[in-house]
């Protein structure tokens, strides 16, 4: 046993030893190129260094920070979680390991790790930050759920392997940042420098064109170059350069402005002001007005990590010194990628505020005197990056985002907003009118609307504004009931209306309402008032009632249950073919029959008499056509009598309206 034991122990130290000098060589390249912001090189050597028995807590550590410097959240965790089970002392690996979770959608975890360095951790700027994103995690449910109609579509036609982001469109073109077609990789991404390119739209299909790359005065090919931007009148543009993977050009990222000569090329890049010779200066855009320059920089003085600032132009047409644009825009975390659209709306990236993962597009929104940071929602935003908004027009625009199932790196999408050409309302547009004898119409104001769904249920009352007009929020694909009055002095009337569903494809962009118009109108309450009633129909030779005219007939009843002070002579007209006589004599039997109907839908007989003109009131004298034969075959309703009651508050209402008259007459 003994022999046994001392041969195991061998072994094991023999195996140490062997693999001590490799792990160690492996271990002290990765660090200097660690702290050279080599990254892609550094993580090569790490994982070397892991596999011939380096310390697990100090390589993970390592590996860990080198894949999150680089911009590669979701692929530290596993790293964090190896250096955390080997006991790392760095506390940043804690602090740093709920960031990741949360990036990968394990929020219970990473906040129950956030809470863990709050009670351990040491830096007070990050238990700050950690306090911060526990609160954010407790509100991210409801930007999870909330409701969001973002199309969303990959361009695949432009979009490669390699990374596109930062579109801006301009004279129809989009111009964008891509790491494609580059011989040298950055070290710390293991990514090839990034250029800016312009894509030609070629009108095959909706996405196809050619990609052409802007030329050697903005393009270098040491440096990246990105996130370019031009003025209204396309004789500036503004971009990014710089980092050029090592540790000296880290920090060395800023903002230049080039002007277009006279043969349509680029000039010579000049540096601008506003950068800081010691930060990170990028992500330049424009006011709508042109008069201010957004940007994002890590200069000193900020709120955390990145900041948003703005330069505004003096009289002199130079830019002023930044200032931070403050909380609450700004947070302790990463603000950048600022973005404000032709509407005047601004809008940013953020890990900082509430989001679900990484970067979240945020828009900010003015209340009153103060302002609100509102996250986009799940429809648009995802538990990576989303960067680079741009807005074509108020509902299609571009963004960029490293989300899975894309083509390479960061891909650039085209979303159309239909939260903002959805149709929110459909509105009922009407207006009432009232009519005389002489059937000249006129606006009424203040008539009392009653508004019935088909179950017959009372779903809204409205007065009619000063000019007779009322409005109203109704469902699609819903039969709606309008009961309209005006009493005393005007009969009451009821119209069926049918709001139909419309695609919101059918709509204009930004339109989100659908509005359907209606018109209603009120004839005078006096005896004599004369209107016709439509559809009513008999067969040839015949007077019963066919089914379809007693749809109609049902409305005649309800008119009488609607104004039940009201007598009338339901009157029945033929057209001049035949005899006079006989016509005369079809016509009184068609309108008994109705009256008979009406009658024995619960209607007192004392209030309608029938009547059959025939021929004697034609409204088309010299019919020719069959439709002019149709209009001359109507059935009318005249008023023949009105209750005393009804006919004394008529009187007193028009002598009020009399006085009111010579009052406002005396006044002027």
């Not at 931007?229 to 710089?242: E, M, Q, S």
């Not at 540096?271 to 940007?295: G, R």
């Amino acid at each position: 046993m003994k022999f046994r034991l001392s041969l195991l122990v061998a072994i094991l130290l023999y195996a140490i030893v062997a693999c001590t000098p490799k792990a160690t060589k492996y271990l002290n390249k990765a660090k200097v190129q660690y702290n050279q912001a080599e990254y892609q090189f550094a993580i090569e050597n790490l994982q070397q260094a892991v596999s011939y028995g380096a310390p697990a807590g100090e390589a993970n550590y390592l590996l860990a920070e080198s894949y999150r410097r680089s911009n590669r959240y979701h692929e530290s965790e596993q790293f964090y979680k190896k250096a955390i089970d080997a006991k790392v002392t760095d506390e940043e690996a804690y602090f740093y390991y709920a960031y990741a979770l949360k990036s990968n959608g394990n929020y219970e975890a990473a906040a129950n790790q956030f809470s863990n360095y709050i009670k351990v951790g040491t830096n007070f700027d990050f238990i700050n930050r950690a306090k911060n994103e526990l609160q954010n995690i407790k509100i991210l449910s409801e930007i999870v759920n909330k409701k969001s109609l973002f199309k969303i579509t990959n361009i695949e036609d432009l979009n490669t392997d390699a990374a596109e982001y930062s579109p801006f469109v301009f004279d129809k073109n989009l111009y964008f940042t891509t790491s494609r077609g580059v011989d040298k990789m950055h070290a710390a991404t293991g990514t090839g420098f990034t250029e800016i390119y312009q894509y030609i739209f070629d009108g095959s299909t909706h996405f196809s064109g050619q990609a052409k790359k802007l030329g050697e005065t903005i393009n270098t090919p040491d440096a990246h170059e990105s996130n370019a931007i031009f003025t209204k009148d396309g004789n500036n543009l503004i971009f990014a350069r710089g980092n050029d993977g090592s540790k000296k050009g880290a920090q060395d990222v800023d903002i230049y402005l080039s002007k277009r000569q006279a043969d349509g090329t680029w000039g010579e890049a000049v540096l601008l002001k506003i950068n800081s010779p010691e930060a990170w200066d990028a992500s330049p855009v424009l006011s709508k007005d042109e008069k201010t320059l957004y940007f994002a920089s890590n200069r000193e003085g900020g709120n955390g990590g990145i900041d948003l600032y703005k330069a505004t132009k003096n009289a002199d047409g130079e830019w002023d010194a930044p200032e931070n644009l403050g909380t609450p825009i700004n947070t302790r975390g990463n603000d950048m990628f600022p973005y404000e659209s032709h509407e005047g709306k601004f809008y940013f990236s953020s890990d900082g505020h509430p989001s679900i993962g990484a970067l979240d597009f945020f828009e900010v929104k003015k209340e009153g005197n103060s302002v609100k940071i509102e996250n986009m929602g799940s429809g648009i935003n995802t538990s990576y990056d989303e960067l680079t908004l741009f807005y074509t027009d108020s509902t299609n625009g571009y963004f960029a985002s490293n989300r899975p199932n894309g083509k390479g790196d960061d891909d650039i999408y085209e979303f159309v907003d239909e939260s903002k050409i959805r149709i929110a309302h459909y509105t009922l547009d009407g207006t009432v009118f009232g009519e005389g004898k002489d059937k000249v119409q006129f606006l009424l104001p203040g008539s009392h609307i009653i508004i019935k769904d088909e179950k017959g249920d009372t779903v809204q009352v409205i007065t009619a504004d000063e000019n007779g007009q009322f409005k109203a929020d109704l469902q699609p694909d819903t039969k709606y009931t309008i009961i309209a009055s005006k009493q005393p002095g005007h009969l009451t009337e009821e119209i069926e209306v049918f709001i139909p569903k419309v695609d919101y494809k059918d709509l204009k962009p930004g339109d989100n309402e659908v509005i359907h118009k209606v018109k209603i109108v009120l004839p005078v309450k006096e005896k004599d008032v004369e209107f016709a009633i439509d559809n009513i129909y008999y067969d040839y030779d015949k007077w019963d009632i066919r089914p379809d005219a007693a749809i109609e007939l049902f409305k005649v009843v309800e008119f009488m249950k609607l104004n039940p002070d009201v007598a009338i002579e339901l009157g029945s007209h033929t057209d001049a073919r035949g005899s006079a006589k006989y016509n005369r004599n079809l016509a009184q039997k068609r309108a008994q029959a109705a009256v008979s109907f009406i009658v024995s839908k619960g209607i007192d007989k004392s209030r309608i008499i029938a009547k059959g003109y025939g021929e004697d009131k034609l409204l088309i004298v010299d019919a020719k056509t069959e439709d002019d034969h149709q209009k001359n075959r109507r059935t009318t309703i005249r008023v023949t009598g009105i209750d005393k009651e009804t006919i004394r508050l008529i009187n007193e209402g028009e002598q009020k309206e009399k006085e009111l008259l010579e009052k406002q007459k005396e006044t002027k």
